[in-house]
């Protein structure tokens, strides 16, 4: 880390995804644009040329740039190999703004379909649109693509009026005001965003690197408060603590860095870094683990398989991936009950069970997104749902699910208010279960189950009024049960649209 005087980090930097198909030129065009690089924007992964940068992009990279007008960006350029979409995933949720760079002999492919949903979810009006390979096409072509661009963009829900810039970035095609094109459509998305700097310090950490006899240096976004020189950081996964040493944002030291700014801090004793991963870590006591979290649901329109309740799915939530059962549920006593639906209908929220805990903030809504990522590439969308988790520790939540059971009447006892009945259970069932339940009759009459007749599973039902007159044999009875998750309790109900 440079030693240079300190400062402190006043600037607000907007953080911008570099996205698209593996291929499409990211990494080339980040080079073109960057005045500084960061984190992994040059690493080891490079050509035999030397230069030090990378040709291929197999990690998150970044690096900063100023507009025209002087605002700092921070470019955060997204590998686009299908293989390695949980590191966009996890980057994506730092996007204020969204670079999307398009083949355009190729259009739009699976990886930016991927990219551009992602965009839709965190920055759907503050995407530009690189068409790349220019000098690859006439004028008809590039005309033909920038009109598919545009309808897909609007079908994906990002703003179809999205700049597109046109780039050829092969050096012999190369002309700088084709930078310029693309830095003037970025004025036109700056915003101001909000950003929460009174509450306590959250960091979204993406790398960690030890430097010997030093610590561990660890990189990351601040996605909350401020952090501070001397603050005391918890990594909750690890159950440690540290204190930051020395705290630096692109390469100046300062005293502090704001929510919303990129930050590079050292830390002592050094971690093992193979413990280490894309994490949230904040201050001490900040972050709780739990492993069941309710949340929203936003369905996936271009996902065509349906997700039943209790499947599983991969969740990129606090800046990992982690394997998560999903009931989806529906509030059925104003936030008191909820019933498990058998699969996703919306509208409706999502309980999701976590294999393993997750760390996250109590007071801090956190947006996940659901996917089916062992889904082979070509196979379509592999994004379900997304949503935001607004209540932690949901374990306790009263769960039921409805159930039906069907029978007959087989005949009506002389006294008129009672009838044996058929159909709905087998022999061995133990009656004592489902003693008083009311049942209801095709014809309209409520009653009682009082217990078994005999021992072929049939049973009585008791009538407050005499039905004689009213039901007839061989009638249909239904018998409407919840099942309560929790302790697997049964109760009958009538639904209100019989009663």
């Known amino acids: 880390m440079t030693s240079l005087p300190s400062t402190s980090s006043e600037s607000e930097s907007l953080n911008i995804g570099v996205l698209g198909h593996v291929d499409s030129g990211k990494t080339t065009l980040t080079r073109r644009i960057a005045e500084m690089g960061s984190t992994s924007a040059f ?18 990279g970044f690096s900063t ?11 955060i350029d997204c590998p686009g190999h299908s293989g390695l979409i949980r590191a966009v995933l996890a980057a994506s949720t730092v996007f204020d703004m969204a670079i999307v760079i398009i083949d355009v002999l190729a259009g739009i492919q699976p990886q930016t379909a991927e990219h551009l949903l992602l965009a839709s979810k965190f920055c759907p009006n503050r995407v530009i649109v690189v068409l790349n390979k220019c000098d690859l096409a006439d004028s008809a072509k590039i005309a033909e693509t920038s009109k598919k661009v545009k309808k897909g963009l609007k079908s994906m829900g990002v703003d ?3 700049p597109i810039v046109e780039m050829s970035l092969a050096e012999e095609f190369f002309r700088p005001e084709m930078l310029e094109n693309l830095k003037n459509a970025l004025e036109t998305r700056i915003f ?3 950003r929460d700097t009174e509450s306590e310090f959250l960091i979204a950490i993406d790398h960690c690197f030890a ?18 020189l001397n603050a005391e950081i918890e990594f909750a996964s690890l159950a440690e603590r540290r204190r930051v040493k020395t705290l630096e944002s692109w390469k100046q030291r300062v005293s502090h860095v704001a929510a919303g700014n990129r930050a590079a801090f050292l830390v002592s004793p050094s971690f093992d870094e193979s413990r280490f991963s894309r994490c949230i870590s904040g201050a001490p006591g900040a972050l709780k683990p739990t492993t069941h979290v ?6 996936i329109q271009f996902f065509r398989k349906s997700i039943n309740s209790k499947s599983k799915v991969h969740v990129a939530v606090a800046f990992e991936t982690v394997m998560a059962e999903c009931q989806f549920l529906r509030d059925a006593d104003s936030g008191e009950e909820f019933e498990v639906l058998p699969a996703l209908l919306a509208p409706c929220q999502v309980l999701l069970i976590f294999e393993k805990s997750v760390f996250l903030p109590e007071d801090y809504s956190m947006p996940f997104m659901a996917a089916r990522l062992e889904q082979q590439p070509g196979q379509g969308c592999r994004f379900a749902f997304c949503g935001e988790i607004f209540r932690k520790n949901a374990e306790i939540l009263k769960r ?16 008129g208010y009672s009838a044996i009945c058929t159909g709905m259970f087998k022999a061995e069932t133990n009656f004592e279960i489902f003693r008083n339940f009311q049942i209801i009759t095709a014809s309209g009459p409520r009653g009682t189950i009082e217990g078994a007749f005999g021992k072929s599973g049939k049973f009585r039902v008791t009538f407050p009024q005499k039905i004689d007159k009213i039901v007839q044999e061989k009638e249909e009875i239904s018998l409407f049960l919840k099942k309560y998750h929790n302790d697997n309790r049964l109760i009958s109900y009538i639904p209100d649209d019989l009663k």
């Open 160 to 162: 179809e009026n999205s």
């Open 294 to 299: 309710l949340a929203t649901v936003d369905p």
């Open 65 to 75: 740039m100023t507009s025209s007008s002087g605002r700092r960006f921070a470019l």
């Open 211 to 228: 430097i010997k006899g030093q610590g561990t240096v660890l990189t990351g976004t601040v996605i909350r408060g401020i952090l501070k």
């Open 192 to 194: 101001e965003p909000k």
């Open 43 to 60: 690493d080891a992964h490079v050509t035999s040329s030397g230069d030090g940068i990378r040709r291929n992009t197999l990690d998150l």
């Open 400 to 415: 039921f699910s409805r159930k039906l059971r069907k029978g007959v009447v087989e005949r009506i006892e002389k006294d």
